[in-house]
């Protein structure tokens, strides 16, 4: 048998699709699994009579493939990524590729780069997403490590990667190091921030407004054909339509307890480390973990009493008010992704290109929409743009879309409906538009308890003061100053 493309370890629900993928689309692939009977059922199965060879050990997997060779890796984050980085060394020579293509976290990818190449060969992390349809379609692939192994890969990934109106496709070159699998990860965590507003907006129409699964399936529908046309619109818009053989609506038999991966998390942990607000992100990952205290939350409910508010408004006004709530909420969640980057990009050295990653994602993954195109054309007028806000056509959307954004806020506050996840992306936009704010008095009280000093506005920025403020203390400031 001829050597193959590419090796894949790994056939889990994304392995097998994209090793299914990359065949449709010309590439031959040796297979492996730790699990024998999963090569078994693959090769007897779907990948039956397929340029998919399969393979029992990693000698034989790195036997069959065509030089340099290029192994991508589908395993859990974590230890087995190492693990499989040991086990692959002793068998490839230098300039071999290796890639994982999980979600690993990207310092492990950073440590990782520096790892392989130190052994002569080349690495790339790269983000992956789409789910099980686009990994079998084409999905949207961040890849970054090694820049020396992406004239290898391209042709691969480009080929097998979604594809916008025009053809491009939904991948390119990230950076050096784990910048891949970061542009993954602040893709992750807006996909939390977009699903946690899309269950607010569930909320609040099923229990402020009363509207049954039918009523909210129609209202998606005409949703997805608009401002928030998009795949986590259009799924909930069929999410809500679907009934199980009795007739019953499934989204109503689901316990409301979501699980994470720990991506978002991630996001809001790295945004705490470079000093960034992701307000909204941090919110839906802390909305996830108040879903998980089902048994404190159902204690609780017989406790603590909410208002006795009904809704007595428009529905049909409500509703609209809460698409464009909806929409200048999102474009907050993707405001604040972009600063992450920028502020990150400086930290680690990338050269991140901002447009092309929201082409990359356009489609393909899981937050693609039709509003990531309008992204791409802010950084092409403004390639230096330091918030989306301030991009003429975003300022211009929030500026419409503010007046029915805080009525959505007023009546959830008034009705006791939680929004967290729409309520701080609002915070967030007062206080970005605000050109003084309190931080002033915590200054002071920071001063006042622990002598750290304070900046003037009557003096030059970089100039720092102390006062003894309750005249029993020294002259005697912290050294240290940290923002």
Known sequence: MEKCDIGLIGLAVMGENLVLNME??????????????????????????????????????????????KVMMLVKAGRPVDDFIEMLIPHLEPGDIIIDGGNSHFPDTIRRTAYVEAKGLLYI?????????????????????????????????????????????????????????????????????DMQMITETYQLMKYGLALDNEAMHRVFARWNEGVLDSYLIEITRDILGYRDEKGRYVLDLILDTAGQKGTGKWTAMEALNQGQPLT??????????????????????????????RFEGSADELVQDLEQALYAAKIISYAQGYQLMRAAAADYGWKLNYGGIALMWRGGCIIRSVFLGKIKEAFE????????????????????????????VTAAVQLGIPVPAISAALAYYDGYRSERLPANLLQAQRDYFG??????????????????????????????YIV
Request: charged share 25%; glycine share 14%.
């Open 24 to 69: 449709r689309n010309g590439f031959s692939a040796a297979v492996y699994n730790r699990t024998a009977s999963r090569v078994d059922n693959f090769i007897g199965g779907r990948a039956g009579g397929k340029r998919i060879r399969g393979c029992y050990s990693i000698e034989e997997l790195v036997s069959c493939l065509i030089r340099p060779r």
């Open 125 to 193: 992390g790269t983000g992956v997403s789409g789910g099980e349809e686009g990994a079998l379609n084409g999905p949207s692939i961040m890849p970054g490590g090694s820049e020396k192994a992406w004239p290898e890969v391209k042709p691969i990934f480009q080929a097998i990667a979604a594809k916008v109106e025009d053809g491009t496709p939904c991948c390119e070159w990230v950076g050096a190091g784990g910048a891949g699998h970061f542009v993954k990860m602040v893709h992750n965590g807006i996909e939390y921030g």
């Open 280 to 309: 909204l992100i941090g919110e839906a990952v802390f909305a996830r973990c108040l879903s998980a205290l089902k048994e404190e939350r159902t204690a609780a409910s017989r406790e603590l009493p909410g208002p006795a508010a």
């Open 381 to 408: 007028r403004n390639p230096a743009l330091v918030n989306l806000l301030l991009d003429p056509f975003f300022k211009e959307e929030v500026k419409k879309a503010v007046p029915a954004w805080r009525r959505v």
């Open 451 to 480: 002598a750290h000093t304070y900046e003037r506005v009557d003096k030059p920025r970089g100039e720092f003061f102390h006062t003894n403020w309750t005249g029993r203390g020294g002259n005697t400031s912290a050294s240290a």
